[in-house]
């Protein structure tokens, strides 16, 4: 059946380490140039890194092939292949997907960055890049997400409205970086709902514990387990301080965030909900949180065994299947034979809103 519909990949990737040295330097003043994300040699190693101010971030120029899903193909990559919107569409092809909402740098764990100006002209030249060199090759099956700002909610929303003038179609806000139940963030959900701009929470940080900057160490494999779950605070906060309820044009997605915690999740909100609403000083008149969840939260997922059984019990409507390329556990170039199995499970209507129309929807793709 999924050969015959056309896939939509709702979570892809574009590294720091893939993109073009001038993404940022080009497009800020002069004497913000060596603040922003710039390459520069590194001086203890043989090759440029990105550089954030002082602080070092990231290898320019591609990383181990061991850790890129393209390498399962034979194919020409200088380290910048994932960047180069052709090449994108030529991989989308080759994987059977027709279209790809991408996730850039800084979606993950945001950039070592304090200062407000410098942080504020990092956002735009990433979102003035997407919009112009990389989405407008093929804005019909290339949807590169826009990030936004922490420093204020007002230079959040600011931005979420320059970039759905840009023609973006949504953004990302890197959620362990603000506290989501200040109410002083409803100006960011307003402008959501005004411009029709799902925003996405993704994966990466908000583990106390683990440390998840220790590459190479039990504890980055530790971190890759439980990292969906760390969602579950920004989640209930969303819902309980009727973030959402008091915006219902809001749409919020949960990028990465896997299936199977979010049944017991949502069911342990509502329990927690009904036992705790009188004495918690929640509005009489606010929605359960299942409701709420099935009126205006997405998640996605990738390969999840028993996916199927569980997409049921939070709605159909709500869940998109991501690829996750070019990343390691990418399901790409097999992506089609990858989620067959959904089909065993669930009506060709169910699987079809899974795989693709729900995101074709929500991002407004051809």
């Not at 989640?235 to 009727?242: D, Q």
């Not at 065994?305 to 049921?312: D, H, N, Q, V």
Request: proline share 8%; hydrophobic share 40%; net charge negative.
């Amino acid at each position: 059946m999924t050969s015959a519909r056309l896939v939509y990949s709702c979570d892809d990737h574009l590294d720091l380490f893939s993109l073009p040295h001038d993404v940022w330097t080009s497009r800020v003043p002069a004497r913000l140039r060596t603040a922003v994300p710039h390459v520069e040699p590194h001086a203890e190693l043989s090759r440029p890194y990105w550089h954030a101010g002082d602080r070092v971030m990231s290898p320019a120029g591609g990383i181990d092939k061991v850790y890129m899903a393209s390498a399962r193909r034979d194919l020409p990559d200088d380290g910048y292949r994932a960047s180069n919107p052709a090449l994108r569409i030529h991989d989308l092809d080759l994987d059977g997907v027709h279209a790809s909402v991408i996730y850039g740098p800084g979606s993950l764990f945001g950039f070592p960055i304090d200062d407000p100006e410098v942080k504020v002209a990092t956002a735009r030249g990433w979102n003035d890049w997407a919009a112009e060199q990389f989405n407008a090759h093929d804005p019909r099956r290339l949807c590169a997400l826009p990030f936004l700002p922490t420093t204020t909610p007002e230079d959040a929303a600011s931005e979420l409205e320059r970039c759905a003038d840009l023609g973006h179609r949504g953004a990302v806000v890197h959620v362990h970086q603000i506290d989501v139940a200040d109410r002083a963030w409803d100006r960011l959900w307003a402008a959501a709902a005004a411009t029709a701009m799902p925003i996405s929470f993704h994966i990466g940080g908000g583990a106390g514990y683990l440390k998840t900057a220790r590459p190479g160490t039990w504890e980055m494999a530790a971190f890759s387990a439980v990292a969906p779950m760390q969602l579950d605070e920004p989640l209930v906060a969303m819902i309980f301080t009727g973030a959402l309820d008091r915006h219902p044009g809001f749409t919020l997605v949960l990028a990465e965030a896997g299936l199977g915690w979010l049944p017991y999740f949502v069911a342990r909100m509502d329990a927690s909900f009904a036992k705790h609403r009188h004495t918690s000083g929640l509005p009489a008149d606010q929605r359960l949180p299942s409701e709420v969840f099935r009126a205006q939260v997405y998640a996605t997922f990738e390969e999840e065994p028993l996916g199927a059984e569980f997409i049921p019990m939070l709605g159909s409507e709500n869940i998109m299947w991501a690829s996750d390329y070019p990343h390691t556990d990418s399901t790409w170039p097999e992506s089609r034979a990858a989620i067959t199995h959904l089909e065993s499970f669930m009506s060709p209507e169910q699987v079809a809103l899974v795989i693709g129309e729900t995101c074709k929807r929500l991002y407004r793709l051809p």
